[in-house]
């Protein structure tokens, strides 16, 4: 072989190489990896500052080390959602349909109620003692994920996400690798269905997944109380419930909360709402998670 051939042969190995390690990349950008890792990280840091007792606002100097978790939602390989333009640590999920959206967002859901103790272990300190001032209560948050959406790829495939059903999709479909359905695995079978009006079925163009928690003095009127003030009626004390309102998925329980080796009466709550200053604000008066 002369040299020109020789020449060329090196460069067709060459592109090669660089073709399969860009395929490579791409396979992996598809797995969540680094999510994996920090629900870990952060499921560690939840039951490590579950065990101090509720005294002094220790809760405060342990942090919980959970970030928030971006996800883009595309129907392309290369596609790309503009809520994160420029933004690191992005996981790309392409979907094929519809159900392949309510499938990750049903699975972001869960994995945020089980990073968090599924509601049962105590996160917060006890602010709500203080003051019973209802327009003031705002409950302590964590924020799972962030979900956007690639829409021109989204609508180049005709994949609608508006047509998305995640509370349908929750109660009929198994998780994987198990027997039974992501409504039964968060609530068990004492869960209540509830389905409120729903005033408009668009999809947002970015979702939060969000964990909340409320703890309050003993008096269960005042928990009831305290429920209604932040728009959280449908659940009442020693009760979880399964719900959708105006499109968003609201999954709670209210009973007893562990705090250190004691209990406490509290709610726990996971649900997604549109991902905006505005919405967040009304619900969430601290927020303790890594964006």
């Excluded at 460069?11 to 629900?39: E, H, K």
């Excluded at 978790?69 to 809520?83: D, H, N, R, V």
């Excluded at 079925?201 to 969000?210: G, N, R, Y």
């Excluded at 105006?246 to 709550?269: F, L, M, R, T």
């Amino acid at each position: 072989m002369n040299k020109n051939g020789l020449a060329v042969s090196v460069i067709v190995v060459m592109i090669i190489i660089v073709i399969g390690f860009a395929i490579l990349l791409i396979f992996y950008s598809q797995i969540a990896w680094t999510g994996n890792i920090d629900r870990s990280v952060c499921h560690q840091s939840v039951v490590y500052r579950a065990t101090l007792p509720e005294f002094a606002n220790s809760k405060d100097f342990v942090p919980l080390k959970c970030r928030t978790e971006k996800i883009c939602i595309t129907s392309s390989f290369l596609g790309k959602c503009k809520e994160y333009e420029g933004a690191k640590g992005v996981t790309r999920i392409k979907v094929d349909n519809v159900k392949d959206i309510e499938k990750i967002i049903s699975q972001e859901i869960l994995s945020c109620w089980e990073t968090m103790g599924e509601g049962k272990l105590s996160l917060f300190n006890d602010f709500l003692a203080k003051s019973l001032a209802l327009r003031s209560i705002k409950s302590s948050c964590v924020v799972c994920s962030r979900i956007s959406f690639d829409d021109e790829n989204l609508e180049k495939s005709k994949i609608d996400k508006d047509k998305s059903d995640v509370f349908k999709y929750m109660i009929s479909h198994k998780v994987p690798n198990e027997e039974i359905s992501y409504y039964e695995k968060i609530l068990g079978d004492k869960g209540n269905l509830n389905i409120k009006n729903e005033i408009n079925s668009k999809t947002s163009d970015e979702i939060a997944v969000v964990f909340s928690q409320i703890l309050a003095p003993d008096n269960l009127n005042i928990l009831t109380r305290v429920l209604s003030g932040l728009g959280l009626g449908l659940l009442t004390p020693y009760q979880v419930s399964f719900s959708i309102i105006e499109n968003n998925i609201i999954a709670g329980y209210c009973g007893d909360v562990k705090v250190g080796g004691d209990a406490k009466k509290g709610c726990s709550v996971v649900r997604t709402m549109n991902y905006n200053a505005n919405d967040i604000s009304q619900f969430c008066g601290k927020i303790e998670s890594i964006s």
